[in-house]
């Protein structure tokens, strides 16, 4: 099941840009004063595919681990919802990041960003499509190759504190597949022990 993770996710990817599963609510409960406070968020919005360059623990453009799903979605920023396993969320991005990243919310909050393209890169330069060994030269001590408590599967991962980097085996072929970056808790944890839906 865990070799199969990275094929589900690119999967969702994939049908982001194709049909959304589920459109996200107009206002998800934010009262219009507050969206109004803040227009940073749809003001980004309008970002140029250039700008889709970096995928970082503190997350990507506008989707910022940490950040509200309702917020997000009043924003114009949430494109389609779907229901994962154990309470988790996942969402698609509009405008340049559409079909580029996955987001994953637990209890409302991003917890993490994901891609299966590139670009993105992390701030160092790793990107999907790289061999563990590339990102060994590219991290050295800060990073290590780990494997999941099936033993089934190898990951290579960065750990920030409280947050990680997170590579992910490619289906068919040697090399990073999938790159994931967020809060340990939910990335490392989802990783190591798989899921059960």
């Known amino acids: 099941m865990n ?9 969702l990817l994939a049908l982001a840009t194709v049909a959304p599963v589920t459109a996200a609510p107009a206002s998800a409960g934010v009262p219009a ?4 406070a803040d227009p940073a968020p749809a003001a980004r919005m309008g970002a140029s595919a250039a700008e889709v360059e970096v995928l970082s623990v503190r997350g990507a453009g506008p989707y910022r681990i940490g950040a509200r799903l309702d917020r997000l979605a009043a924003a114009g920023l949430i494109d389609w919802t779907a229901a994962g396993c154990a309470g988790v969320r996942h ?5 340049a990041w559409a079909g580029v990243v996955l ?3 637990r209890d409302g909050r991003l917890v993490s ?9 992390s701030p160092a330069g790793a990107s999907v499509g790289m061999s563990f060994a590339e990102l060994e030269r590219i991290y050295g001590r800060r990073g290590a190759l780990i494997r999941n ?4 599967a190898e990951a290579y991962l960065v750990r ?9 085996g490619h ?7 999938f790159y994931e970056a967020g809060a340990a808790s939910h990335v490392e944890r989802a990783f190591r022990q798989g899921t059960s839906c």
């Open 103 to 105: 987001l994953a919310f």
């Open 149 to 152: 408590d099936a033993g089934d």
């Open 3 to 11: 070799r199969l993770w990275p094929t589900i996710l690119t999967g």
């Open 33 to 36: 004063a507050r969206a109004a």
């Open 171 to 177: 289906p068919i072929r040697p090399g990073v597949g």
């Open 113 to 121: 960003v994901g891609t299966a393209t590139v670009p993105p890169r």
């Open 160 to 168: 920030f504190g409280s947050r990680v980097e997170l590579f992910t």
């Open 91 to 95: 969402a698609g991005a509009t405008g």
